[in-house]
């Protein structure tokens, strides 16, 4: 529900109970100016809680939390799956309280996000929808509303979102704990509760690009340029031919269109000509990145950030060339098993992989939400197809040569060699500290966050609807 809404809301239930309070008034006092009337006290009935259309149910400091709030978070909820711990009729309007906290703190403290996060974090929401809907068409049919209508929906919440999080990771921020508070915190736990470390392996590649013909790449040029010729005549709209033709699954479905996009996260070749589009009814030269071949067409742009929609077609790789990169990679091999140069040698002179190629092949991984990176994958984490051939082999073993998709959406061949593994087994404090310790850095800053709660709800003014005084809450002294 948006703001005005609320307002407006509780306005009119101002409005009403104002008029219902005159209105009593006035019977009262021709009831008492009338000597024979019988005195009737009014009968007042509480309208049941099915019909009443909203309701303030909990007041937070001057922050009112409405009943349809609560609603709200339960269908979001529904939506995205989430299972609310114990009765959702507590839990929710709990959780909105405590945000509330954050939020009034935040303010406090004068803590902002950038209208660039927050247009980024709703853009991802709205994407979201988009695919799982179809099309863009389908969403607005199915919300009712447009797409820049939901967006401006999405705005404050998303806002709030964005300074809760923040609010919650200063408090927290300084938190960290010793060895010796470690190993305190694992000397009796009992064994069933060590935390489990799943197989994690290390592995090196090397990767070579099968070579795709001049003839093929002429087709691809031919194919876009045609496309070019038809936007540029009037005969269809550049976003049909993207829905119809692009290879780029993420923007294919909402006709060829990306996101307000900054330079450094794009494809250098692309960004270049992206950022100099100028004119949304004119189509870009034809554009070579990692990824293939595009055209692009400008759609707006929004400080250093940019909107474009763009066609993608990818050179098709024949069996031939396939076969013939199989046949490098086999001689490469043989190589390296007659010590002619090491495999990590190998990956930083032969490598077409520069991902891998500066550090010896070695794959590295990038956890999202730690924002750590390791060299250790658990195998969930590995490309299906390197997870696979690294299953069966042995530490120090190079594989066979094998076909695979990259991250760029190509075809590619490789050969890879197990560097480590280490099979799954309950945490050890001399192998696994790192692990460990995240554990109890985990809890310590739950147990923060915890009680800075606890002790902010004594600090504030609470008010809530009788029926949830009775809810048995994660926090202690909403009921005063």
């Not at 114990?86 to 406090?108: F, R």
């Not at 694992?186 to 592995?203: A, C, G, H, M, N």
């Not at 007659?338 to 070695?362: I, Q, V």
């Amino acid at each position: 529900m948006n703001k005005g809404y609320k307002i407006f809301s509780g306005f009119l239930g101002l409005l009403l109970l104002i008029g219902m309070s005159a209105k009593a008034n006035k019977i009262d006092g021709i009831m008492s100016n009338t000597e024979d009337s019988v005195k009737v006290k009014p009968s007042v009935q509480k309208a049941p809680e099915h019909s009443v259309i909203d309701e303030v149910v909990w007041v937070v400091g001057d922050e009112p939390i409405l009943k349809s709030d609560v609603e709200q978070m339960r269908l979001q909820g529904e939506m995205e799956g989430v299972k609310w711990g114990g009765n959702p009729d507590c839990t929710i309007p709990e959780q909105l309280a405590v945000q509330k906290l954050y939020l009034h703190q935040a303010e406090i403290d004068s803590l902002q996000v950038t209208e660039s996060d927050i247009a980024s974090s709703v853009d991802q929401q709205i994407n979201f929808w988009i695919n799982s809907a179809g099309s863009r068409e389908k969403l607005e049919e199915y919300q009712g509303k447009t797409v820049n209508q939901m967006r401006s929906d999405l705005h404050d919440d998303f806002k709030n979102r964005q300074l809760i999080e923040k609010m919650r990771h200063k408090l927290v921020e300084n938190i960290s704990v010793t060895p010796s508070d470690v190993r305190k915190y694992f000397k009796d736990l009992p064994q069933d509760s060590i935390p489990f470390v799943p197989t994690e392996v290390e592995v090196e590649i090397l990767v070579r690009q099968p070579r795709i013909p001049q003839s093929e790449i002429n087709r691809v040029k031919d194919e876009l340029r045609s496309f070019t010729d038809r936007v540029t005549k009037g005969e269809t709209s550049f976003a049909t031919l993207a829905r119809l033709y692009s290879e780029d699954p993420g923007s294919a479905r909402q006709g060829g269109e990306m996101d307000y996009t900054g330079r450094g996260t794009l494809d250098p070749a692309f960004a270049n000509v992206a950022f100099n589009l100028t004119d949304p009814k004119k189509v870009s030269k034809i554009v070579e990145s990692e990824f293939g071949y595009h055209i692009i067409q400008l759609i707006d742009k929004r400080g250093d950030k940019i909107k474009v929609r763009h066609i993608l077609i990818k050179p098709k790789v024949s069996d031939t060339e396939i076969n013939q990169a199989i046949g490098r990679l086999d001689s490469i091999s043989s190589d390296i098993k007659a010590k002619k140069f090491t495999f990590e040698e190998a990956c930083s002179y032969l490598s077409e992989d520069k991902d891998t190629r500066n550090n010896h092949g070695l794959m590295a991984y990038s956890d999202n939400q730690t924002g750590k990176i390791t060299s250790k994958f658990q195998m969930k984490n590995l490309a299906t197809e390197v997870a696979s051939v690294v299953d069966t082999m042995k530490v120090d073993e190079i594989s066979a040569p094998f076909k695979m998709i990259n991250s760029k959406g190509k075809t590619v061949v490789a050969i890879i060699k197990l560097k480590s593994r280490i099979e799954g087994h309950r945490a050890k404090i001399t192998e696994d500290f790192q692990t460990m310790q995240d554990v109890v850095e985990a809890k310590e800053r739950e147990k923060k966050l915890h009680d800075w709660v606890v002790n902010k709800i004594k600090q504030t003014y609470v008010r809530m609807n009788p029926r949830y005084k009775d809810c048995d809450f994660e926090y202690q002294g909403w009921v005063k």
